[in-house]
């Protein structure tokens, strides 16, 4: 089992373009959740999905920003109208069920010029 | 609000030297408390977590209600233990788990 995928590992875009950043959870989970790391900071809650669902998107900005988890494929989170404060690493998370682990991907590292 | 507080950017000991990381929370509620540890190129992995009570590495952690604690210990820290660490709290009724800004722990030879 490859664990959580996330790709691109590194994203440039700039102000103004699309971003879309794409997470496989581990075979068998289908839970996924977003985190977004600013520089300096923890990691924040952006939304959490099971296939074809969204749970809980309180983390997520209210524009610009979405998220899906398709029955086939992997998970989008989809950033338009990109700002230089949209800067940040951006973690995905799976997990089998409600209360199990979460197993986190490497993260996309996305930078706005 | 849910909230977790690392005091600690961080952090140096010595090998052989005890650790403790610092970790408190404020939530009304029952939460979960785990520790998260993210070693130098690798992903965020999973230490501990309260309700498994297990001692993972060495480390421990202890939830103290009316402290409102999760402090992270080792007694006898390795080089191998430098790392960055994050405490995380999620509310038991939901998945979403709360981070700290954590702390970077060198352990210095």
């Known amino acids: 089992n490859a664990g959580v995928m996330q790709n691109p590992r590194h994203l440039v875009r700039r102000r103004g373009q699309e971003a879309r950043l794409r997470c496989s959870p581990m075979?068998?989970?289908?839970?996924v959740y977003w985190y977004r790391q600013l520089p300096e900071e923890g990691l924040k809650f952006m939304v959490y999905?099971?296939?074809?669902?969204?749970?809980?998107e309180s983390g997520m900005p209210k524009e610009r920003f979405s998220a899906e988890f398709p029955k086939e494929g992997p998970s989008i989170l989809r950033i338009q109208q990109v700002v230089r404060g949209d800067s940040a690493a951006y973690f995905c998370?799976?997990?089998?069920?409600?209360?199990?682990?979460?197993?986190f991907g490497p993260g996309t590292r996305l930078t706005v010029l | 609000a849910q909230r977790v507080t690392q005091p600690e950017k961080l952090l140096s000991v010595f090998k052989g030297a005890p650790v403790e990381l610092k970790c408190n929370y404020s939530?009304?509620?029952?939460?979960?408390l785990f520790w998260y540890v993210q070693y130098s190129r690798q992903r965020l992995q999973l230490l501990l977590r309260?309700?498994s009570r297990e001692s993972i590495k060495g480390f421990t952690a202890d939830l103290n209600k009316g402290e409102t604690s999760f402090h992270l210990k080792k007694p006898f820290a390795q080089e191998e233990d430098s790392a960055m660490y994050y405490c995380?709290?999620?509310?038991?009724?939901?998945?979403?788990?709360?981070f700290g800004q954590g702390t970077r722990l060198t352990i210095n030879p």
């Open positions: 939530y009304s509620g029952s939460p979960e």
């Open positions: 309260h309700i």
């Open positions: 999905l099971q296939k074809e669902n969204i749970i809980d």
């Open positions: 995380a709290l999620s509310d038991q009724g939901a998945q979403k788990l709360v």
């Open positions: 075979k068998g989970h289908s839970h």
């Open positions: 998370a799976s997990s089998q069920g409600m209360i199990a682990e979460q197993f």
